[in-house]
């Protein structure tokens, strides 16, 4: 079963920095698009940023040139840097993925991971 793990999220002052981290299970890790997603209480899970296995990289409007993904396929794990953090920001944070012949950014997956809260407030 594919499992992701995210962590690194907590309380930041606006303007401040976090960096998530997902660890994942799956042996195929290094063929799988992955992306971070953030779910607001009453809102629709949003894409945040995906990257590709050959490390292209995609990111929402809202958190362009602020966030950056990256990943270590020896490590299994994804990684979301957050820059000039705002309160806008707060969510839970969730990373998944699928083997990139199947992605694309509507993608339904079966199960998502507990997710890792992110609370930007001064």
């Known amino acids: 079963q594919v499992q992701f793990v995210e962590s690194g999220g907590g309380l930041v002052q606006p303007g401040g920095s976090l960096r998530l981290s997902c660890a994942a299970s799956?042996?195929?890790?290094?063929?799988?698009?992955m992306g971070w997603y953030r779910q607001v209480p009453g809102n629709q899970r949003e894409l945040v940023a995906r990257?590709?296995?050959?490390?292209?990289?995609n990111y929402a409007a809202s958190v362009k040139g602020r966030f950056t993904i990256s990943r270590d396929n020896a490590k299994n794990t994804v990684y979301l840097q957050m820059n000039s953090l705002k309160p806008e920001d707060t969510a839970v944070y969730y990373c998944?993925?699928?083997?990139?012949?199947?992605?694309?950014?509507?993608?339904?997956?079966?199960?998502w991971g507990q997710g890792t809260q992110v609370t930007v407030s001064s």
């Open positions: 799956p042996r195929l890790f290094s063929i799988y698009t």
């Open positions: 998944n993925g699928a083997p990139s012949s199947t992605w694309y950014p509507g993608y339904q997956y079966d199960s």
């Open positions: 990257i590709a296995p050959g490390g292209s990289t």
